[in-house]
């Protein structure tokens, strides 16, 4: 038997009525923005809003890859709230999650490297995504990353996944076109690897080609800033979060937060470089060969169309692109950590070097 839990509640609608949906017993917030989506006219409307209700704690400068010391830095600084609200990208959204088991004894290094079992309780987190692809308003787990150490990894536990999720179209075409592009290349690739990997399940299947086809149809034109399109690629993204909770990533995540801090790129444009590599190893796998016929296609008509998506949105980047050479990959596959068996063409270490010399 197989028992499948979707949620949280997903809201597509205006950021502006999010205040609709806090809780009566809520005094006092904390609200999460990076620079640029602080900026945003609808953002500063909301946080202007909000603080006549309650008190507002906003903290506006949150960085790539949700540096660690930040995070304790507003642990260690901020009267504790009763609920944080995040809007933003990945970045964002994920230290909101780390955030939320915050304020009770213990530090985030603690749950990061001594793996320590999370609280029963943690601060309710309403996430309001401004990209579509990395799938954190949804997904079990905050990706976070120890600048000091140069490490990347995650904290995991369905006690992370976010209270509520607002999807507002307008904070979406807000973003650049290249990183729309990117991070929607990010969506692409949580559903081909949540689709292959060993632990995923029919639901997780169908989601998958789903979300694969709308993609493949609609991500070009949401670089465009086609309305349409936007709020497609964000259903999709929230999907892919979905899945992410069910499932599991592949090994092109597991290198990449090996990568990342190496070469100091995003997230999204690492992923873009190992799927060169990726695919030429996963391809002969069952499970690949399963996602290209359910989705009407041979294995290698399937990583063409991958392959021209790269090309038509002139993101086809490649490890040298990022700052790595030949000489760099030993080093990088040494870092890599975490369950690989998840990714079905996963058989030692040599499995990882081909990918990286692969996407040189």
């Known amino acids: 038997m197989s028992i499948y839990k979707l949620s949280p509640n997903v809201i597509i609608s205006k950021l502006k009525d999010l205040v609709n949906y806090i809780d009566t017993d809520v005094k006092h917030i904390l609200v999460l923005s990076s620079p ?16 006549e209700t309650y008190k507002t704690t906003v903290f506006n400068k949150i960085k790539p890859d949700a540096p660690i010391d930040d995070l304790q830095y507003l642990i260690d600084t901020v009267a504790k709230p009763d609920l944080i609200i995040a809007i933003g990208g990945g970045s964002v959204i ?6 939320s088991i915050g304020w009770q004894g213990k ?3 603690d749950f990061f490297y001594s793996r320590q079992e999370l609280p029963t309780t943690n601060i309710p987190v309403y996430a309001v995504p401004t990209t579509a692809g990395t799938g954190a308003e949804l997904s079990y787990g905050a990706i976070i990353y120890d600048k000091n150490a140069g490490v990347k990894g995650g904290i995991r536990g369905e006690l992370l996944q976010p209270n509520k999720v607002l999807l507002d179209i307008d904070l979406y075409a807000f973003a650049p076109a290249k990183l729309i592009a990117e991070v929607g290349f990010d969506c692409l ?21 789903a979300s694969i086809n ?13 309305q349409i399109a936007l709020q497609k690629m964000a259903i999709a993204a929230t999907m892919m979060g979905a899945n992410l909770a069910l499932s599991t990533t592949c090994l092109p ?40 016929n359910d989705l009407g296609l041979t294995v290698d008509k399937l990583i063409a169309k991958i392959q021209l998506l790269k090309q038509d949105l002139q993101i086809d980047y490649n490890l040298m692109w990022l700052g790595a050479n030949q ?6 596959a040494a870092k890599v950590t975490g369950n690989l068996n998840t990714d079905p063409c996963y058989k030692s270490i040599d499995t990882i070097l081909n990918i990286l010399k692969n996407s040189i």
């Open 94 to 99: 994920d230290s909101a999650k780390a955030l």
């Open 327 to 332: 000489a760099d990959i030993a080093q990088i």
């Open 253 to 292: 995540h597991r290198i990449q937060y090996a990568l990342g801090p190496f070469t100091n790129t995003t997230h999204a444009q690492g992923l873009i470089v190992l799927y060169k590599g990726w695919l030429k190893e996963v391809s002969t796998t069952d499970k690949f060969a399963m996602l290209a």
């Open 36 to 51: 640029t989506v602080h900026a945003h006219p609808c953002v500063l409307h909301f946080i202007e809003n909000v603080s």
């Open 189 to 209: 690739t949580h559903a081909i690897e949540t689709y292959v990997s060993t632990a995923s399940s029919p639901i997780v299947e169908y989601q998958s080609v």
């Open 214 to 226: 709308v993609v493949f149809t609609n991500l070009k034109k949401a670089v465009s800033k086609n």
């Open 107 to 109: 530090t985030i290094i």
